[in-house]
């Protein structure tokens, strides 16, 4: 590092303070790379508004310090992968120590040795009692092996998922992602055998949301897709979290699961959002009562690295045929050595910080706070989530018309009263939660004053 870089870290403060503007972002120094970024960047990637974005320099726990010095509150985690924290120590050491020695292997040729203490570690916190897993470096590869490993065992390539699913843009995993936005322009390279069930919205359902859902999954698994193709892969989100933070009716997923598997069909879980803690238990599906047959997992599983998994039982992972020299799925870096360092720092840490109990107290708590403080506010239609995976749903008026970007209006008031959020949901109108795990009282108190000022201003 060089001593200017040194001389620009924060005090050991960062982490848990509370939100500090001292230009209104986003500032000058944003705005200059802003236009540089507009000169090399491709303009589809990073959204360049007027209000919108600040360019991040450092973080730690739950702050984030921009290119002008001001300091905010990260109530995102980062897409939700700062679960533990930005920069956790125990990350940090662990990522240090193996970058000292090899930053990178030949993942499936000659492997770093410590994808094999990692994959072991990994597998104690599977549900199936011996697993196998195969690594990656983002929640989209996740799917997509999920994917054709439903296809291996089945034999069925028709999938079932769900209205609002996101499960990665890349192509194979964007056929079963439903955004418009998303699928448009490459709807005829998208695989076309599959359908979309309707996710439960009690909402708007109200008890009758799991039945209605249901019979459609029902139907779609004995009929197939429209075009008559079988199914025999199920992916589904415990909780959808781009969708909004959806949460099904108790005893929905349980009933799914038995559905597919009685059609012998494969339950994919895609908990690359809700896996890792973030739902309060490693699994999402352990909460909601799914009974995966792959888990996909990503985000907070390398603490901010890009590391990524498909994960199953043997008997099941074992229809993948055994490797004669070429592998079928892999990339070049697969079980890199400082991911994996910094996934078993994850797993340390998680267990030394009992983070999953502390994501359930905390997850309620905020629950509990946005509810007393929200509820009642004129377009709030719900404060809803599991663990620290929330959303606040916001509608027009009196009715349960989503306020179309009205969730888009609410983050950028918030940025720039210091607290970062996202705007969710196919209407951008439920703003999204998903925080670290470590917030002090003030950053609470800070945060949920922050949304109720920042909804009462976009509603008006
Ligand atoms: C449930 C879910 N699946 C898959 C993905 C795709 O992950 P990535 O962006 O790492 O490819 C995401 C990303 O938000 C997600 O939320």
Redesign the pocket.
């Known amino acids: 590092m060089t001593p200017d870089r040194a001389a620009a870290r924060s005090p050991d403060t960062l982490g848990r303070a509370l939100p500090s503007v001292r230009v209104a972002p986003p500032g000058p120094a944003s705005r200059r790379l802003a236009q540089r970024l507009r000169g090399v960047e491709s303009r589809n990637v990073t959204y360049l508004g007027d209000r919108w974005p600040v360019f991040w320099e450092e973080a730690r726990g739950a702050n984030v310090r921009d290119v002008d010095g001001n300091v905010f509150l990260d109530l995102t985690g980062a897409?939700g992968v700062a679960l533990l924290g930005h920069r956790h120590p125990g990350v940090v050491a662990a990522v240090a120590e193996q970058s000292d020695l090899l930053i990178h292997g030949m993942g499936d040729v000659h492997p770093p040795a410590l994808k094999v203490s990692y994959l072991e570690r990994l597998a104690e916190r599977l549900p199936w009692t011996e697993s196998r897993t195969v690594l990656a470096n983002?929640?989209?590869e996740a799917?997509e092996i999920a994917l054709k490993t439903g296809q291996l065992v089945t034999g069925r390539p028709g999938i079932l998922a769900f209205e609002g699913s996101?499960?990665?843009l890349t192509l194979g995993?964007l056929a079963a992602t439903d955004r418009e936005l998303f699928r448009g322009p490459f709807r005829e390279r998208l695989y076309p055998g599959v359908a979309f069930a309707p996710f439960p919205d009690p909402l708007r359902d109200g008890a009758e949301a799991a039945d209605r859902s249901l019979v459609e999954v029902e139907r779609i698994l004995a009929e197939g897709t429209e075009d008559g193709t079988p199914v025999g892969t199920v992916v589904v989100?415990p909780v959808q979290?781009?969708a909004g933070a959806r949460v099904a009716p108790s005893g929905f997923m349980a009933r799914l699961s038995r559905m597919a598997k009685e059609a012998g069909a494969l339950v994919v879980a895609?908990e690359?959002?809700t896996g890792v803690g973030r739902c309060g238990e490693f699994l999402a599906s352990t909460r909601v009562g799914l009974d995966p047959d792959l888990v996909c997992l990503?985000?907070a599983l390398g603490g901010g690295f890009p590391l990524?998994a498909c994960c199953g039982p043997a008997p099941l992972m074992d229809r993948w045929p055994e490797s004669r020299g070429e592998a079928q799925h892999t990339s070049t870096f697969l079980g890199h050595p400082a991911s994996c360092a910094a996934g078993l720092g994850v797993l340390e840490v998680m267990e030394m910080e009992s983070t999953t109990a502390r994501v359930r107290i905390l997850g309620g708590r905020l629950v509990r706070e946005l509810r007393g403080r929200l509820a009642g506010l004129p377009g709030v239609a719900e404060v809803r989530g599991l663990g620290l995976l929330l959303g606040v749903e916001l509608v027009e008026g009196d009715g349960m018309e989503p306020a179309a970007g009205r969730a888009v209006q609410v983050a950028q008031a918030a940025l720039e009263l210091g607290v970062l959020v996202l705007p969710a949901g196919r209407h951008g109108h439920v703003v999204e939660l998903s925080p670290p795990v470590d917030l002090t009282d003030q950053q609470i108190e800070c945060g949920v004053d922050t949304l109720e000022q920042a909804i009462r201003g976009a509603s008006s």
């Open positions: 897409f983002s929640g989209s799917v996101y499960h990665g995993a989100e979290g781009r895609d690359v959002f990503g985000k990524s």
